[in-house]
Nanobody, 123 residues
Framework: QVQLVESGGGLVQAGGSLRLSCAASGRTYSMGWFRQAPGKEREFVAAIHWSGGNKKYADSVKGRFAIAISRDNAKNTVYLQMNSLKPEDTAVYYC?????????????????WGQGTQVTVSS
């Protein structure tokens, strides 16, 4: 069983930056970030393979967000650096992980989920 613990959310002004972290307690092969705003479906933000060699981004965050991963004793920590934040980035951000080798961009492709962390961008 994999447990994911997120941190780093908060309130920031438009144009500011935040960095989210997610530590996985077990071995995972792909990790990603999704977000869900009130009244909207959960949407893909970014994902990365455990090797760091394969990354995917949603079009809405390309050029502003960067995903990275670090490995320590078979435990992975994934980071999401968010720059040039916009009010429309406001949402609960969820970390996700799976043991499959591919890097998915839909919620159905991930088995394990974190509790979510709130990101609020004020205008």
């Amino acid at each position: 069983q994999v447990q994911l613990v997120e941190s780093g959310g908060g309130l920031v002004q438009a144009g500011g930056s935040l960095r989210l972290s997610c530590a996985a307690s077990g071995r995972t092969y792909s990790m990603g970030w999704f977000r869900q705003a009130p009244g909207k479906e959960r949407e893909f933000v970014a994902a990365i393979h455990w090797s760091g060699g394969n990354k995917k981004y949603a079009d809405s965050v390309k050029g502003r967000f960067a995903i990275a991963i670090s490995r320590d004793n078979a435990k992975n920590t994934v980071y999401l650096q968010m720059n040039s934040l916009k009010p429309e980035d406001t949402a609960v951000y969820y970390c996700a992980a799976d043991a499959r080798l591919g890097v998915g961009s839909t919620p159905q492709e991930y088995t394990y989920w974190g509790q979510g962390t709130q990101v609020t961008v004020s205008s």
